[in-house]
């Protein structure tokens, strides 16, 4: 009875790591199209009564106006190009202030919050948290850097029923997510939060004074994705 039941763990272990793994190397190439949250958030509407919201288009990194990458990375992980996956500042910093605040405020990254999107579900656990954790190290070890950013702002929610930049430029701006202006862009980044509450379209004085400082700190950060240096180098007289 023992050998079986190790077998079937065994087993079971074998194929979630393998199917874990494919899945992330699949979709270093694929479109994703579908996510676990946007299911989850069909249902809910299904079950409450409520019109049904599904907007999502996805599109490449090179159709994205590159102030939102900058945007996000101000608002939600200024430090995305150097970390592998969890930027341990800015936990440790987490831990501290939460020491003192009513609610705790989180130190999820950018690589973390796309395992989320991608392969989990919203709600927190210490379940969920630990395949979190698992499913940040996988994106980070086949993915790169261009390419979490490419599947972030393609599957994170942007509005109730809004999933992506190219859904969100189109229903809060009336353009394409490649014409979208910095302040637009910082609009939808001081909505990440909490997207179903703040409308990009329509900020209030929260949002806006939100706007200001993530426009500033835009011009803190480091180039994403990093400029080439393509300055011919000089050569040194013999």
Same mark, same amino acid.
């Given at each position: 009875?023992?050998?079986?039941?190790?077998?079937?763990?065994?087993?079971? /272990?074998?194929?979630? =790591?393998?199917?874990?793994?494919?899945? %992330?190397?699949?979709?270093?190439?694929?479109?994703?199209?579908?996510?676990?949250?946007? =299911?989850?958030? !069909?249902?809910?509407?299904?079950?409450?009564?409520?019109?049904?919201?599904?907007?999502?288009?996805?599109?490449?990194?090179?159709?994205?106006? @590159?102030?939102? @990458?900058?945007?996000?990375?101000?608002?939600?992980?200024?430090?995305?190009?150097?970390?592998?996956?969890?930027? =341990?500042?800015? #936990?440790?910093?987490? /831990?501290?202030?939460?020491? &003192?605040?009513?609610?705790?405020?989180?130190?999820? !990254?950018?690589?973390?919050? !796309?395992?989320?999107?991608? =392969?989990?579900? $919203?709600?927190?656990?210490?379940?969920?948290?630990?395949?979190?954790?698992?499913? !940040?190290?996988? #994106?980070?070890?086949?993915?790169?850097?261009?390419?979490?950013?490419?599947?972030?702002?393609?599957?994170?929610?942007?509005?109730?029923? #809004?999933?992506?930049?190219?859904? %969100?430029?189109?229903?809060?701006?009336?353009?394409?997510?490649?014409?979208?202006? $910095?302040?637009?862009?910082?609009?939808?980044?001081? &909505?990440?939060?909490?997207?179903?509450?703040?409308? &990009?379209?329509? @900020?209030?004085?929260?949002? /806006?004074?939100?706007?200001?400082k993530i426009l500033y700190l835009m011009k803190c950060v480091p180039a994403f994705p990093p400029r080439q240096d393509t300055t011919p180098t000089k050569k040194k007289k013999k």
């Open positions: 009875m023992k050998k079986k039941i190790f077998k079937f763990i065994r087993n079971l /272990l074998i194929v979630f =790591f393998g199917s874990s793994i494919l899945s %992330v190397i699949v979709l270093r190439f694929m479109p994703v199209y579908f996510t676990p949250l946007m =299911f989850i958030r !069909t249902f809910q509407q299904i079950i409450h009564g409520e019109d049904l919201k599904w907007e999502h288009t996805w599109i490449s990194k090179e159709d994205i106006s @590159p102030h939102l @990458p900058m945007a996000v990375i101000a608002s939600e992980d200024n430090r995305f190009a150097e970390h592998n996956g969890f930027d =341990f500042k800015e #936990i440790e910093k987490a /831990l501290e202030e939460n020491k &003192s605040r009513k609610r705790p405020r989180g130190a999820s !990254t950018i690589s973390q919050q !796309t395992a989320k999107n991608v =392969f989990l579900w $919203p709600a927190s656990s210490w379940a969920r948290k630990g395949l979190e954790v698992y499913f !940040t190290t996988l #994106i980070e070890l086949f993915w790169n850097k261009e390419r979490i950013m490419e599947v972030y702002l393609n599957s994170i929610e942007m509005g109730n029923g #809004i999933y992506g930049a190219e859904a %969100v430029a189109r229903k809060h701006f009336h353009k394409n997510a490649g014409k979208l202006t $910095p302040g637009e862009c910082a609009l939808i980044a001081a &909505s990440l939060p909490n997207p179903r509450k703040f409308n &990009s379209g329509k @900020p209030g004085n929260y949002m /806006l004074k939100r706007q200001k």
